[in-house]
Nanobody, 129 residues
C-alpha cells in the first residue's frame, strides 16, 4: 500500500518562496510516476509531474517559477515554489502512480490525476498581496 505524507505549506507574501515535500512509502518508489496538484475552490489543477527518468512537465501557470524534483534514495518528492502570487493560493497535494508515467507533455499530468494509486493529505499554501 502506498502512502504519501505532505509537509511544507504555509503563508507567504507575494514574490516569496516555499518548498513542499512529499514522503512516499511503498516499495519501488524510483519507478513511480509522481506529481503535484492544487485545489482552490471547486477545481483541482495539475501543477507538475516528474517521470522516473527525471523528465518534468509543468502547467503553463507555474512554468519558470516552480521546480519539481525527486530524491529516490529518500523516497521523497519536492516542489520548490518561487515568485509566488496570490493566485497560487490553494491546498497542494502530491499523487503517485506505482506504474511508469504515460503520455507526454501535459497529457502526463492528466493521466496521473486519473491513474494515481494514492494521494497525500494536502497542505495549505496562502499567498498574500
Amino acid at each position: 500500500q502506498v502512502q504519501l505524507v505532505v509537509s511544507g505549506g504555509g503563508s507567504v507574501q507575494a514574490k516569496g518562496s516555499l518548498r513542499l515535500s512529499c514522503v512516499v512509502s511503498g516499495y519501488g518508489y524510483s519507478r513511480y510516476c509522481v506529481g503535484w496538484f492544487r485545489q482552490a475552490g471547486l477545481g483541482r489543477e495539475a501543477v507538475a509531474v516528474i517521470k522516473n527518468d527525471g523528465t518534468t512537465t509543468y502547467a503553463d501557470s507555474v512554468k519558470g517559477r516552480f521546480t519539481i524534483s525527486r530524491d529516490n534514495a529518500e523516497d521523497t518528492l519536492f516542489l520548490q515554489m518561487t515568485s509566488l502570487q496570490p493566485h497560487d493560493t490553494g491546498v497542494y497535494s502530491c499523487a503517485a502512480d506505482r506504474k511508469r508515467c504515460v503520455g507526454s507533455g501535459l497529457t502526463t499530468l492528466q493521466a496521473l490525476e486519473i491513474m494515481a494509486d494514492a494521494w497525500g493529505q494536502g497542505t495549505q499554501v496562502t499567498v498574500s498581496s
